[in-house]
């Protein structure tokens, strides 16, 4: 069970988050030139991510539930947000469950499926914020995504989670 992960497939996971994150706010706001070039960069980002986690070891299983545990998450803010909450709450459900199979296959420990989960999730909280025009927890969410992105590389050995996930 690994605790960190190689600083290429952070990134990469970082540009599927943020991909994701901005196809789907760009879904919902209308800008649909912006979500194309978005849905793109998470093509690529996806078949790099795979291509890379494949030669780190990871399995395919662990490497499918992040992508969609990173596209779910993304959806159901942008739902969230703009008032789809029927779909935002399948997407909740499906990011739920996507998760939970990534802890369950063990090849991540628990420490860093959670910050993997929670940048995705909070760059989607930026990004959604952002085309809401709400820049107060827009910068909130992307503070937060950054923690947990630092904190892919290399966990906190000791004191308070500076990290506040999920909210």
């Given at each position: 069970?690994?605790?960190?992960?190689?600083?290429?497939?952070?990134?990469?996971?970082?540009?599927?988050?943020?991909?994701?994150?901005?196809?789907?706010?760009?879904?919902?706001?209308?800008?649909?030139?912006?979500?194309?070039?978005?849905?793109?960069?998470?093509?690529?980002?996806?078949?790099?991510?795979?291509?890379?986690?494949?030669?780190?070891?990871?399995?395919?299983?662990?490497?499918?539930?992040?992508?969609w545990g990173i596209w779910n998450g993304?959806?159901?803010?942008?739902?969230?947000?703009?008032?789809?909450?029927?779909?935002?709450?399948?997407?909740?459900?499906?990011?739920?469950?996507?998760?939970?199979?990534?802890?369950?296959?063990?090849?991540?420990?628990?420490?860093?499926?959670?910050?993997?989960?929670?940048?995705?999730?909070?760059?989607?909280?930026?990004?959604?914020?952002?085309?809401?025009?709400?820049?107060?927890?827009?910068?909130?969410?992307?503070?937060?995504?950054?923690?947990?992105?630092?904190?892919?590389?290399?966990?906190?050995?000791?004191?308070?989670?500076?990290?506040?996930?999920?909210?």
């Amino acid at each position: 069970m690994r605790n960190t992960v190689s600083v290429d497939l952070r990134n990469i996971w970082e540009k599927m988050s943020r991909a994701a994150a901005w196809h789907c706010a760009n879904s919902r706001a209308g800008v649909f030139p912006d979500a194309n070039r978005d849905l793109r960069e998470w093509d690529e980002a996806t078949e790099e991510a795979m291509a890379i986690g494949t030669c780190k070891d990871l399995s395919q299983e662990t490497l499918d539930n992040v992508k969609w545990g990173i596209w779910n998450g993304a959806w159901h803010t942008a739902n969230r947000l703009f008032g789809n909450q029927g779909d935002a709450q399948q997407d909740l459900g499906r990011w739920t469950r996507h998760w939970q199979l990534v802890h369950e296959q063990q090849d991540l420990s628990t420490a860093l499926v959670d910050d993997i989960r929670w940048m995705a999730w909070n760059f989607a909280e930026w990004a959604t914020n952002v085309r809401k025009g709400s820049q107060f927890w827009a910068n909130i969410g992307y503070d937060r995504a950054v923690c947990h992105a630092s904190y892919i590389l290399q966990p906190p050995t000791s004191g308070p989670e500076q990290c506040h996930a999920g909210s």
